[in-house]
């Protein structure tokens, strides 16, 4: 109820323009993101520090075949874990120059975040390592950025971990 009187019940004009004028380039963005991110997760299992990639776009992923066969592409938010915990996370995320930090994932721009301390924080740490959620993962949601820019991002803040 207070909602509603505080905002209305409607956009205001303006507002719905801009979102019906982001609409039309939707799939445009979104299908160069998952590019970028099949490039991005590739990376990502090369480097020395990262103990595993989450992504079902790569073939190592356990429901690999079911994504292929559900999606047309795999997404653009690449699950990786880094080596050393919650401080080499840490180090990793403060490191990075291009991709940003935060807990809204979802944006035009590449974003990253922490997982045990952002979306699962109020779970028990027992809760979150029964879910696989470590103190070392990081979440990147991959944006429109070049990918190679991206890729050397992520290698330089790695080797802060």
Same mark, same amino acid.
């Given at each position: 109820q207070s909602y509603l009187r505080n905002t209305g019940p409607t956009l205001a004009p303006f507002n719905a323009w801009v979102m019906l004028k982001s609409l039309e380039t939707l799939d445009l963005r979104v299908r160069e993101m998952c590019r970028h991110a099949m490039?991005?997760?590739?990376?990502?299992?090369? !480097? @020395?520090?990262?103990?595993? +990639? =989450?992504?079902?776009?790569?073939?190592?992923?356990?429901?690999? /075949?079911?994504?292929? $066969?559900? *999606?047309? *592409?795999p997404? /653009? =938010? &690449?699950?990786?874990? +880094? %080596?050393?915990?919650?401080?080499? $996370?840490?180090?990793?995320? %403060? $490191?990075?120059? &291009? =991709?940003? =930090?935060?807990?809204?994932?979802?944006? @035009? %721009?590449?974003?990253?975040?922490?997982?045990?301390?952002?979306?699962?924080?109020?779970?028990?740490? !027992? @809760?979150? $390592? !029964?879910?696989g959620v470590t103190e070392g993962m990081l979440r990147l949601s991959v944006g429109l950025e070049d990918p190679q820019d991206l890729i050397e991002d992520l290698a330089q803040a790695l080797k802060a971990a």
């Open positions: 490039g991005v997760a590739d990376a990502l299992g090369q !480097e @020395a520090p990262v103990a595993r +990639v =989450i992504y079902p776009g790569r073939a190592d992923h356990p429901q690999h /075949n079911l994504a292929r $066969a559900q *999606m047309e *592409m997404g /653009n =938010i &690449i699950t990786f874990e +880094v %080596k050393g915990g919650r401080p080499a $996370a840490f180090a990793v995320v %403060k $490191a990075l120059k &291009i =991709i940003d =930090i935060s807990n809204n994932l979802g944006d @035009a %721009k590449s974003l990253i975040t922490h997982p045990a301390t952002t979306t699962h924080q109020r779970l028990t740490p !027992e @809760a979150r $390592a !029964e879910l």
